[in-house]
């Protein structure tokens, strides 16, 4: 069964632009769940989307917005792009039903703001 | 603010030795908590998980033990190899509000 797969693995943008990260969850699982980490600041939560749905969502500015696909793909937008956004994004995805249950993570985007 | 909390930023351990990785939270509806290892450069790997039913769950080398009086778990590596050297994350979800929260990690270096 393949992984949770993220595309691009790496990106470089500069200040105000914007980027759109994809991630495709492992096969029939529903929810995705997308992170950011940065040094000294663990994985913070940024959105779940499960079935097309937002789930839920974390203390993110508007500029941080996502969504999913009716086949369970999600892509995450990020607009205006500043400087401290550089970063490791990473996506998760879990089994259908979804509660109580690990999440299996892709390798990451990192993001890198110029 | 922090609802996982991991106090220590890194830990040395003698190969061999037992690691003990400590896990703090205030929600009191989380009901779910996981560990997990990260390398540079990977996403992080499921290692364990315990619910709030249990106090102890095994897995090979690993155990983790939650005390829910004291909103408290920590994991055992027992016996710590060299390929354990790692970031570890405690995290936690509750059923009525599922995201899962991490803290923000344990470096974990095994001395020869």
């Known amino acids: 069964k393949a992984g949770v797969t993220q595309t691009p693995r790496y990106l470089i943008k500069t200040r105000g632009q914007q980027v759109t990260l994809s991630c495709s969850p492992i096969?029939?699982?529903?929810?995705v769940s997308w992170y950011q980490q940065t040094p000294g600041q663990g994985l913070q939560f940024l959105f779940e989307?499960?079935?097309?749905?937002?789930?839920n969502k974390g203390n993110f500015p508007g500029r941080f917005s996502g969504r999913q696909f009716s086949n369970s793909r999600s892509e995450m937008n990020v607009s205006t792009l500043e400087l401290g956004d550089s970063a490791l994004y990473l996506c998760?995805?879990?089994?259908?039903?979804?509660?109580?249950?690990?999440?299996?993570f892709g390798q990451g985007t990192r993001l890198t703001v110029v | 603010d922090q609802q996982v909390k991991q106090n220590s930023p890194s830990l040395s351990v003698q190969e061999g030795r037992i690691s003990i990785l400590n896990c703090d939270y205030t929600?009191?509806?989380?009901?779910?908590f996981l560990w997990y290892k990260k390398y540079p450069a990977e996403g992080p790997t499921f290692l364990i998980s315990i619910s709030s039913i249990k106090d102890k769950n095994e897995d090979g080398r690993f155990t983790v033990f939650l005390n829910k009086s004291a909103k408290h778990l920590s994991l055992h590596i027992v016996p710590s190899q060299p390929g354990d050297s790692a970031v570890y994350f405690c995290?936690?979800?509750?059923?009525?509000?599922?995201?899962?929260?991490f803290g923000k990690g344990t470096r974990l270096h095994i001395l020869p």
């Open positions: 989307y499960f079935s097309e749905t937002q789930r």
């Open positions: 998760a995805s879990r089994t259908e039903g979804a509660v109580n249950t690990e999440a299996f």
């Open positions: 995290a936690a979800s509750g059923e009525r509000d599922d995201k899962i929260i």
């Open positions: 929600n009191s509806m989380f009901d779910y």
């Open positions: 096969s029939g699982h529903r929810s």
